[in-house]
Nanobody, 115 residues
Framework: QVQLVESGGGLVQAGGSLRLSCAAS?????MAWYRQVPGKQRELVAH???????NYADSVKGRFTISRDNAKNTVYLQMNSLKPEDTAVYYC????????????WGPGTQVTVSS
């Protein structure tokens, strides 16, 4: 069983930056960041494959960057030019592909952007 530990959330003013980190306790394949606000579905923010291929939600393109350190089983989300609408709980997601695909979620970290 892989555990995910997130860090880096907090309160920031609009236009500011935050960096989220998520460390996995074991070997994983694809990783991603999702976010959720109360009353809405969880949405994909950014995804990265083990080879470094990335894709982003249109709302964050050009502002957020996802990266990973495979040696540390860690994924990062650099968030720049933050907007109040980026306020959400951000969740780390990871997949481990073997004879079956296992999916893991972190507990979430709150990001609040004030106007």
């Amino acid at each position: 069983q892989v555990q995910l530990v997130e860090s880096g959330g907090g309160l920031v003013q609009a236009g500011g930056s935050l960096r989220l980190s998520c460390a996995a306790s074991g070997s994983i394949d694809s990783m991603a960041w999702y976010r959720q606000v109360p009353g809405k579905q969880r949405e994909l923010v950014a995804h990265i494959t083990v080879g470094g291929g990335t894709n982003y939600a249109d709302s964050v393109k050009g502002r957020f960057t996802i990266s990973r350190d495979n040696a540390k089983n860690t994924v990062y989300l650099q968030m720049n030019s933050l907007k109040p609408e980026d306020t959400a709980v951000y969740y780390c997601y990871a997949e481990s592909i073997g004879w079956a695909t296992s999916v893991y979620w972190g507990p979430g970290t709150q990001v609040t952007v004030s106007s």
